[in-house]
Nanobody
């Protein structure tokens, strides 16, 4: 099983920056994709950015050129650097990962963190 612990959320003024971090722990064979999703009140959860173990990344159009995702494979952590924040970025941000639990099985399981609140307001 995999546990995800997020940190770094908070209140920031428009135009400010925050850095989210997520650490994976537990018993698993490998961590594959890691990513961040967000859910604003009354809206569906949406992908913000994800990163594969090889380093390829994918961003939502709304955050391109403002957010940067990175990971430390040795520490099984993923970070989201968020710059030029806007009120529309206000949401609960969730970390997600895909993990293989066993070396003899290619099945990947999805795990979610509990979420961290990001509020962008003056």
């Amino acid at each position: 099983q995999v546990q995800l612990v997020e940190s770094g959320g908070g209140l920031v003024q428009p135009g400010g920056s925050l850095r989210l971090s997520c650490a994976a722990s537990g018993s698993f064979f490998s961590i594959n994709a890691m990513g961040w999703y967000r859910q604003a009140p009354g809206k569906e959860r949406e992908l913000v950015a994800d990163i594969r173990s090889g380093g390829s990344t994918n961003y939502a159009d709304s955050v391109k050129d403002r957010f940067t995702i990175s990971r430390d494979n040795a520490r099984n952590t993923v970070h989201l650097q968020m710059n030029s924040l806007k009120p529309d970025d206000t949401a609960v941000y969730y970390c997600r990962t895909e993990a293989r639990l066993y070396s003899y099985s290619s099945i990947r399981y999805s795990y979610w963190g509990l979420g961290t609140q990001v509020t962008v307001s003056s």
